[in-house]
């Protein structure tokens, strides 16, 4: 029953979905995405929106949720299908803003799963902290003042 595809991707589905205030995000995003029903399972929600990591993190953390954060191939897949619906590459939760080289989640805790990109991360410039999506998937330590799509998760 885990499917955390969060399909059908509906754009206009997905705005209510994080649009409704201070309602339950996680039952609301529920009845949408019925694909995704476990309990614990993620949901993953875009609204196409753009924004550096500090304001796409605040929108998400506004919203109840948090940048999405995939912990597996499987949440990785729903990012990504985020990322092609819209054409653009997201920002991921993950960073190494606390301690240089040691990319974290948004809560402090170890990566558990990666998908680096070919000879990533490799803090370019020496100022690659967060983390952004390819469109194949891959990640790649990015700055975190560019402009990347907002996905959350709940
Ligand atoms: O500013 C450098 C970035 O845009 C990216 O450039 C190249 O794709 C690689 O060096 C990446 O690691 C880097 O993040
Ligand atoms: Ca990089």
């Known amino acids: 029953s885990h499917d955390a595809t969060a ?6 589905l997905a705005e209510m979905v994080y649009g409704v205030g201070k309602m339950d995000y996680r039952q609301t995003a529920l ?13 993953f929600v875009s609204k196409g929106e753009q924004a550096t990591y500090n304001d796409a993190k605040l929108a998400c953390t506004n919203a109840g949720g948090q940048l999405a954060s995939p912990q597996n ?18 920002y991921l939760g ?5 301690i240089e080289g040691s990319f974290r989640y948004p809560n402090g805790e ?31 330590d990015k700055n975190c003042n560019e402009k990347r799509l907002i996905i959350c998760e709940f």
Do not use: H, R
Request: hydrophobic share 30%.
């Open 7 to 12: 399909q059908p991707c509906n754009p206009d």
């Open 31 to 43: 009845t949408f995405y019925k694909e995704a029903t476990a309990a614990g399972d993620k949901i």
């Open 73 to 90: 191939a499987e949440e990785n897949k729903a990012v990504l299908d985020f990322c092609k619906m819209y054409k653009v590459f997201p």
């Open 94 to 98: 993950i960073n190494d803003l606390l």
């Open 110 to 140: 170890m990566l558990s799963y990666s998908n680096w990109s070919d000879k990533e991360p490799n803090n370019d410039q020496g100022v690659e902290d967060c983390v952004e999506m390819y469109d194949n998937g891959k990640w790649n």
